[in-house]
Every structure is written in structure tokens, then in C-alpha cells.
């Protein structure tokens, strides 16, 4: 069947005009859809009843039901887990900040990127999400928390750019102001590092914020925690960034996981230093999150602080990612491989 919530509004048209229905059906439905957040044709009740019925024949209607909740006692924080239409699992966050709510979502089940501290990638990739399931985790939690949600970050389960076009769909939906019209600049793109996709991304001009997940700042030891840097250089993708910046005028996030040990020391924190100096870009370090599969560890409280010291010292502009739903089975895909266990 087809899957009508990943229509733009002008394919919508056209399939009412297939259907023999006039263009403004297209619109009525297309709000349902994506404004008034439809779950279902029977709750579309400007339009006849034979229309609803008809579509309902012909169109899937793509509808997350939530499986789990939990709430960090901490934060607010919530975690879902959604179950999608073949009965596959996904992941999103909620999370409350003063300047709003902010949503993570997932955009693949599972990963094929292989990073060595990720719980996500364990199981290798089941399949990517279609731009219907990705809209509808905001949706769904927009229903579900009754609140808006202002950001979206594409940071959950999955490597955006490796589900490349249902990501640019699923991004001209959700901006869309016919829709939920979530502002560009308020969404972020998280990936690990695919440099032409990064230069296609760029190419389409958006206003939203690439991050990109460095961690390390030599190819040696990116290598040991990445597989995909073996296939892209830091200097491929430093070139990508600063093709992007060039193209959108958006500095670019880099994000880097501090794990005990392995790229937290003075040395690290100087080679990151002299890699990201004279960018337009923001180093965003996260406290790595311990997963039970692996035996990585956090860096100390006092390295983490000498570290970002380190940076600012040499005119890097960096923060330290704020722990949200340390209780909560925070890391990515943790919740998913926890109820897969189960069943
Ligand atoms: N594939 C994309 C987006 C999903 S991962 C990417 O790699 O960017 C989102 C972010 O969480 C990435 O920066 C990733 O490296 C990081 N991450 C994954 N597992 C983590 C863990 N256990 N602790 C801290 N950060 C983690």
C-alpha cells in the first residue's frame, strides 16, 4: 500500500486527482495529517464518508504505537519505544529545556556503522526508516506529551545520511508550514562522518544545523573507535564542513564522546585543538554513556573539565553536553536491545 503521510502536498494532489477528487481534498487530508496529527481516516470527518474509505483501501497510514515509556525521575526526560507497522522497534527522546522541547529521533532500525561504544549498531542494520515513520515519532510524542515540540534532533538510532533521501523528504514535511513548520534552524543532523553525502546535504542550502561525530582527532585513532574512518579522512570530511559552512553559512557542530583513557588526555585535547582552530564550529563533548557490551568508561569529572579548558585556552568555542536521562537507559538504543531481549 502506499504511505500517504510521506506525501508532499503536491503528490497528494495529484493522487486525488487520480482518485477523480478535487485538489482541495488534498489539502483537507494533508492537514489532517500533518497539522492536527490524524491517526486514522475515520477521524477526517470533513471529508465523505466514501473518500475515507477509499483511502483507507488504498493507503497506509502511518501511525507509531508506543510500547514503552520511562521518565527519568532526574530530568523529565522521557523515553519512548515505539513499535512500527512489521512489528520493529524504535527509539525517540523527549526532552524539556528551558527554551523548549526537544525531540531525538531515530532514522534507521538499527545501525551498520559500527562504532565501538554505540549500543545502537550492535545488531548490525534491520532497515532504514521511511519518512512517515521518522515524522511520526514527533508526532506521536507531540500527542502523546500534548505539548509542541520546538527542536528535533536526528541523533537517535541510525545514521541519517545513510537513509539520505527519505531524510530530506522527512525534512521538507516537518518544515513544512503547512505542517508542524518546525523552523530549519531549530533541527539538527547528526552523522558520523559520510563526506559526500555531508557535500550533497550542503548542496541543498538547508538552514539546519549539521553535527558531525568526530571523536577523535587523528585518523589512527579514529579508526580504532570508527570503522567509517577508514573510508573517509579527517580531511575529507574537514573539507566537507567547511564546504557546508560555505554553502549554508551554518557553523557546524562537532561532537566528541570523552572516553577514560582512550581521547581524553592533554595531547588529544591540543590535536583537537589545532584541527577545529579558524572553523567556524562548535565542539559540543559528550561524557561517553558506558553500555554493558563494551568495557568503555567515562573520563574523570576533572579530566572532562581539564580537557574543555584545554580547548577554550586555544579560542574554541565548546560545552559540555548536559546528561539527560542518566536514569533512563539514556544511550542510544539501549531501551530497544533491552525489550528485544525480552520477547
Ligand atoms: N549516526 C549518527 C547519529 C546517531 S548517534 C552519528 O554518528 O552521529 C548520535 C551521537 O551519539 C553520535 O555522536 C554518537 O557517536 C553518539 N553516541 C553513540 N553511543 C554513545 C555512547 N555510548 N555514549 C556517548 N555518545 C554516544
Not at 502511518?62 to 512489521?86: H, N, P, W
Not at 526508516?129 to 511520526?136: G, H, Q, R
Request: aromatic share 6%.
Amino acid at each position: 500500500m502506499k504511505d500517504i503521510k510521506s506525501y508532499t502536498l503536491e503528490e497528494l494532489k495529484k493522487e486525488m486527482e487520480e482518485l477523480g477528487e478535487k485538489p482541495f481534498r488534498a489539502q483537507q487530508i494533508y492537514q489532517w495529517l500533518h497539522e492536527k496529527l490524524a491517526r486514522s481516516f475515520e477521524e477526517m470527518t470533513n471529508l465523505p464518508l466514501g473518500l475515507r474509505e477509499k483511502c483507507a483501501e488504498r493507503y497506509e497510514l502511518t501511525a507509531l504505537k508506543q510500547i514503552r515509556m520511562q521518565e527519568s525521575a532526574i530530568d523529565g526526560t522521557r523515553k519512548y519505544l515505539f513499535e512500527l507497522r512489521d512489528g520493529r522497534l524504535v527509539e525517540s527522546v523527549w526532552m524539556k529545556y528551558k527554551h523548549g522541547n526537544s525531540v531525538c529521533i531515530s532514522s534507521q532500525v538499527g545501525c551498520r556503522m559500527g562504532c565501538a561504544f554505540c549500543a545502537s549498531t550492535l545488531d548490525g542494520l534491520e532497515r532504514s526508516l521511511t519518512p512517515s515513520e521518522m515524522l511520526d515519532q514527533v508526532y506521536a510524542i507531540t500527542l502523546l506529551t500534548g505539548e509542541r515540540v520546538s527542536n528535533v534532533v536526528v541523533m537517535g538510532t541510525g545514521e541519517p545520511l545513510d537513509n539520505y533521501e527519505n531524510l530530506l523528504r522527512f525534512l521538507t514535511l516537518i518544515t513544512d508550514e503547512k505542517g508542524l513548520h518546525i523552523s530549519q534552524r531549530s533541527i539538527t543532523v547528526s552523522t558520523c562522518g559520510l563526506a559526500p553525502r555531508m557535500r550533497q546535504l550542503a548542496d541543498q542550502q538547508l538552514q539546519i544545523t549539521l553535527a558531525l561525530s568526530l571523536h577523535a582527532a587523528t585518523d589512527e585513532k579514529r579508526r580504532k573507535l570508527m570503522p567509517v574512518a577508514n573510508r573517509y579522512s579527517i580531511q575529507e570530511l574537514m573539507e566537507a564542513c567547511a564546504y557546508y559552512f560555505e554553502k549554508t553559512g551554518r557553523r557546524i557542530t562537532f561532537e566528541y564522546a570523552l572516553v577514560g583513557g582512550v581521547n581524553d588526555t592533554k595531547e588529544d585535547a591540543m590535536e583537537l585543538s589545532a584541527l577545529t582552530r579558524g572553523l567556524n564550529c562548535h565542539v559540543n563533548l559528550i561524557p561517553v554513556n558506558p553500555i554493558k557490551e563494551r568495557n568503555f568508561v567515562q573520563s574523570e569529572t576533572s579530566e572532562i573539565a581539564a580537557f574543555k579548558n584545554k580547548l577554550e585556552k586555544n579560542g574554541i568555542n565548546v560545552t559540555i553536553r548536559r546528561e539527560m536521562g542518566r536514569d533512563i537507559d539514556g544511550a542510544c538504543g539501549q531501551l530497544r536491545r533491552r525489550q528485544k531481549a525480552l520477547q
